[in-house]
């Protein structure tokens, strides 16, 4: 048997050629003990229990699987069902990774949980997080998207993290990033960064992705025990993807399911203005580790757009990479219009208002249950709720 899911990283943190810390040795080091550290914790009893707790009474798991049974005789074709992440407490995915990541900070010992932002969905999760386990916060944001995404800044505020504007470079995500690992780099060892995706220097895309598995784990028992078989396939939408690697790891060794990761081809992959990464990136290094890349000719980022603020990056999860190259996983694109379609059937047919990110996996599976016969099965990942976007979605479409 190929045991994909454990055998990956390898002890320098790649997957296949992507992944590793393209980082000053010093900074290696730190990540390295970060490593240790997370190895040795996790396996303790104490760490566990606390955490399948939370899971359980706190973020309300396991989050169900439904069988959108109004949206399939829409449709036609392949039985589509979906995963709720949405039902989670704060509504998305996040949380499992950010009460993990929130709960190995004060099990190491850490003063402080620092982290950027861009729509404020991760640093909402964080901050929920970093309430609940009682460790300070601090929240990185550009001031145009604080301007932007006034209500999850309300939120972070009343949360009680510390949220601090940043002023330079277009005032927006990246300019985040920089100001928040200028803040880490000031005290490594008692500060810890909380990578929002399963992207970032190793060990992170390992960290995250674990949190995370929870989401397949579930997911196949589920199935199983509802229909007595696996999917035929699976979709997830990506943006650094960790919603889509939660669900997938369950399965990667089952050679009998498919699995789609979808991307946001926003105003089309023939113009400058999408964020698909795996469909038009080539490699290159962002942020610390090896990927595929949306660059210029000197390997700096290109801006990227999606109408899903949490699609919008020009990088991806090394682990993504690999699996694309060995042909495990198939990434497809899906543009704003089909997003909304998707976002206004599944609301009106399923009463479910999806979030944007989520919408273009529904839109893919919409596309590809139609090819697939009635005995087939799909299963979404519906990452989250669509509270975050329905007046943008209602001015959009004149509602
Ligand atoms: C942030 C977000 C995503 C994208 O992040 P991944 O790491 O690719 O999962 C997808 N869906 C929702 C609802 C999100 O908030």
Known sequence: MTTLTTAMPDEKGYFGEYGG???PPPMIEIMNQINDAYDEVTQTKAFQDELNELYADYVGR?????????LTDKIGGARIFLKREDLNHTGAHKINHCLGEALLAKHMGKTKVLAETGAGQHGVA???????????????MGEVDIVKEHPNVTKMKILGCKLVPVSRGT????????SAFEEYMKDPVNFFYAIGSVVGPHPFPKIVRDFQSIVGKEAREQFMAKEGKLPDTLIACVGGGSNAIGLFTAFLDDESVKMIGVEPAGKGLDTDQHAATMSKGSKGAIHGFE?????DDEGNPLPVYSIASGLDYPGVGPQHCHLKDIKRVQYEAIDDKECLDAFMQLSRLEGIIPALESAHAIAYAMKLAKTMSNDETILVNLSGRGDKDADFVADKLSL
Not at 62 to 70: D, E, G
Not at 171 to 178: P, S
Not at 291 to 295: G, H, V
């Open 62 to 70: 396991p989050s169900p699987i439904y069988f959108a049974r109004r």
């Open 21 to 23: 810390q393209i980082l």
């Open 126 to 140: 964080l901050a929920t997080a970093c309430a609940l386990v009682g460790i300070d916060c601090e929240i990185h």
């Open 171 to 178: 005032q927006t995500l990246k300019d985040a990033v920089d």
């Open 291 to 295: 990927c595929y890349n949306l660059q």
